[in-house]
């Protein structure tokens, strides 16, 4: 592979205005920045859940998301480019059921709780959320490939399955709401 990082430092972005991979200057605040940047933060966040321990097969899955989004982030940055393949949703889809079996079914709502890197993970939840959301409104500005917008719904709800096998894995368990219409029934 090329070196492509030759300087960092260009000041070509001083007046407001970046570069994207195609060669086109857009302003900063455009849609496709704005969604850049969410895939760029969430992938960061995903990086420090990674900084916490977790069984093998969840941090391989977690290093191929961040993988993933790097190509999400590539396909962003190129205009009618594809990076992010099917598949990948695919290989989302089957690591939600393989960690969804395993969990004991939800009666109730969960709060984003419970260890530092189930809380982490809860983090990155809804950071891929407003990625998604960004991706939604850029494909409603501009045509967008479908696998950027399910790979970030995919993710979100992966990663509320993975805080809660994460807080199995540190000992806990869910940490449950307590509704209004709960705590007055309890008070009676």
Same mark, same amino acid.
């Given at each position: 592979?090329?070196?492509?990082?030759? &300087?960092?430092?260009?000041?070509? /972005?001083?007046? /407001?205005?970046?570069?994207?991979?195609?060669?086109?200057?857009?302003?900063?605040? =455009?849609?496709?920045?704005?969604?850049? @940047?969410?895939?760029?933060? +969430?992938?960061?966040?995903?990086?420090? +859940?990674?900084?916490?321990?977790?069984?093998?097969?969840?941090?391989?899955?977690?290093?191929?998301? &961040?993988? &993933? *989004?790097?190509?999400?982030?590539?396909?962003?940055?190129?205009?009618?480019?594809?990076?992010?393949?099917?598949?990948?949703?695919?290989? *989302?889809?089957?690591?939600?059921?393989?960690?969804?079996?395993?969990?004991?079914?939800?009666?109730?709502?969960?709060?984003?709780?419970? =260890?530092?890197?189930?809380?982490?993970?809860?983090?990155?939840?809804?950071?891929?959320?407003? %990625?998604?959301?960004?991706?939604?409104? *850029?494909?409603?500005?501009?045509? *967008?490939?479908?696998?950027?917008? &399910?790979?970030?719904?995919? +993710? =979100?709800? +992966?990663?509320?399955?993975?805080?809660?096998?994460?807080?199995?894995?540190? /000992? @806990?368990?869910?940490?449950?709401?307590?509704?209004?219409?709960?705590?007055?029934? %309890?008070?009676?």
């Amino acid at each position: 592979m090329s070196n492509r990082l030759t &300087q960092i430092a260009t000041r070509t /972005g001083d007046n /407001g205005s970046t570069g994207l991979g195609d060669n086109t200057r857009v302003s900063k605040d =455009s849609l496709r920045v704005h969604a850049m @940047g969410d895939v760029d933060e +969430l992938n960061s966040h995903i990086g420090l +859940l990674l900084c916490e321990e977790m069984a093998v097969g969840v941090r391989e899955l977690l290093v191929e998301v &961040q993988h &993933q *989004l790097f190509n999400l982030g590539g396909e962003l940055s190129i205009p009618g480019f594809e990076l992010l393949k099917p598949e990948a949703v695919a290989h *989302l889809d089957a690591a939600l059921e393989e960690h969804n079996a395993v969990l004991p079914r939800l009666a109730e709502f969960i709060l984003p709780a419970g =260890s530092r890197a189930a809380s982490q993970a809860h983090v990155c939840r809804t950071v891929a959320r407003r %990625a998604e959301r960004a991706v939604v409104a *850029l494909g409603m500005a501009e045509a *967008l490939k479908d696998a950027p917008r &399910q790979y970030l719904n995919r +993710l =979100s709800d +992966l990663l509320f399955v993975l805080s809660r096998v994460l807080n199995r894995m540190d /000992g @806990g368990d869910d940490v449950y709401w307590k509704s209004q219409r709960l705590a007055s029934a %309890a008070a009676e």
